[in-house]
């Protein structure tokens, strides 16, 4: 086995370590005046340097481009919730949108009114809800709740609570009394959130389509007979 290459650390052993690699050299010269390639260099692992030039990338420059991602992954949640909503104003401003035949807005429904009324929900009213289980998951049923007041915000409650409770997340339509149909604004939202004229012929349909219907007593009578 061939000797170590002796590194020198000062002008000793850098001496000494001319004379050995003299002695070694002489030694080591075979016949013919060729020399045995060096046994002490350390030679690069196969595939290093095609490695090395396929990523130039060091452990320092890592760093930054992971933070680089991050931000970018930040971002980008954020450019894509703009975008939603630059796109939901588009489609309002030129029409894009659907209703059904009752005026209904599903996606103004559920991006803007629902938004508008759950902190009324949550905050001001604190309702607590029970027993949403019970309502099925699909098909036609109708919901009759008791009712107080003059407003009918337990009935926009209800609304609420079915939409943001129930497993299939179902949107219930409210049969409402005439007055609602008669005010500006008023009107238009209703039709938006799905409501409609407390009558058998429009609380019919909706059934056969396999809607939700909730109504209050008054609203109950006013449909003429039970189902």
Sequence with gaps: MADAKVIPFDDDHRSRGSA????????GR???????????????LPGTAAAREDDPVTGEDEQPREQ???????????????ASGLAFLRRRLTGDYDVDDFGYDEELTDQVLMSLLRPMYEKYFRVEVKGIE???????????ANHSGTVPMDGLMMQVAVHDHHPAGRHLRLLAADLVFVLPVVN?????LGHTLACAEDAERLLAQGELVGVMPEGFKGIGKPF
């Design 20 to 27: 050995a690699s003299r002695r070694r050299g002489a030694a």
């Design 30 to 44: 075979r016949p013919g005046g060729t020399r045995p390639a060096a046994v002490g260099e350390v030679q690069p």
């Design 68 to 82: 680089a991602a991050d931000r970018e992954g930040g971002d980008g949640g954020l450019e894509r919730r703009i």
């Design 134 to 144: 019970n309502i099925p998951s699909e098909g036609g049923a109708l919901i009759v």
């Design 188 to 192: 238009e939202l209703a039709r938006k």
